[in-house]
């Protein structure tokens, strides 16, 4: 049975996922590239960019399992060969779902502060506070995971360019197997995966003290 903490936590992941695919298709179309923009995914509405499997029924098994939670949405479709800057562009697009993520965690601190503040966090007022601060957990992960330099995560974009033409071809090869690739570095190499997420527990340790600043 499905509680309400999971359907928070799917819900809250769901409205990151899809902040961070428009953020992807509003970069792209600044860099000349308008072929997310016809396919209709620079909107906030989540169907478009949904994926039944990896934006609903992987986080909801997992929010009910306890384990962490894990999720993505359909990759934005970007010619990076329509950038103005192939470079530049490519750096550029790659990020804007990084920024996006960190933009949001951000203002949920805010907003938390400003709820907790007002209400005390308690009563009606309860499940807010917790889907604010699932979302600054939920998008610094997101920001920081997407980092890691495994092919097509966000971060691979900036390391291909820094490698020779021939090994940056080879590199980005691999991003055919790249959900198998990264499934298997979160669950084999934990420590790996924790160094990389290391920012995120500090961050959230700042985001929490700024809240309580509210009190």
């Not at 933009?103 to 503040?117: E, F, I, N, P, R």
């Not at 997101?142 to 490698?163: E, N, Q, R, Y």
């Amino acid at each position: 049975m499905l509680s309400a903490q999971a359907l928070i936590l799917v819900a809250v992941l769901i409205v990151s996922v899809v902040v961070h695919e428009v953020a992807h298709a509003w970069q792209a179309r600044r860099e000349g590239d308008h072929t997310a923009e016809q396919l209709g995914r620079i909107t906030l509405n989540p169907i478009p960019h949904l994926d039944p499997i990896g934006s609903v029924i992987i986080p909801l098994v997992l929010a009910m399992s306890g384990g962490i939670i894990f999720g993505w949405a359909k990759p934005v479709p970007v010619n990076p060969a329509n950038y103005r800057n192939y470079v530049a562009g490519d750096i550029r697009v790659s990020l804007a779902g990084i920024v996006s993520n960190l933009g949001l965690a951000c203002l949920c601190t805010v907003l938390a502060g400003v709820v907790l503040q007002l209400t005390g966090g308690t009563g009606i007022a309860r499940p807010i506070f917790q889907a604010l601060d699932y979302a600054i957990f939920i998008n610094l992960i997101l920001a920081f995971f997407t980092l890691i330099p495994i092919p097509p995560l966000d971060g691979s974009h900036v390391v291909a360019h820094l490698l020779p033409a021939e090994w940056a071809e080879r590199y980005r090869a691999l991003g055919r197997y790249g959900l198998v690739i990264v499934m298997a570095f979160v669950f084999l190499m934990p420590d790996a995966v924790n160094f990389f997420l290391s920012p995120v527990y500090y961050l959230q340790g700042l985001a929490d003290q700024f809240i309580r600043l509210w009190i």
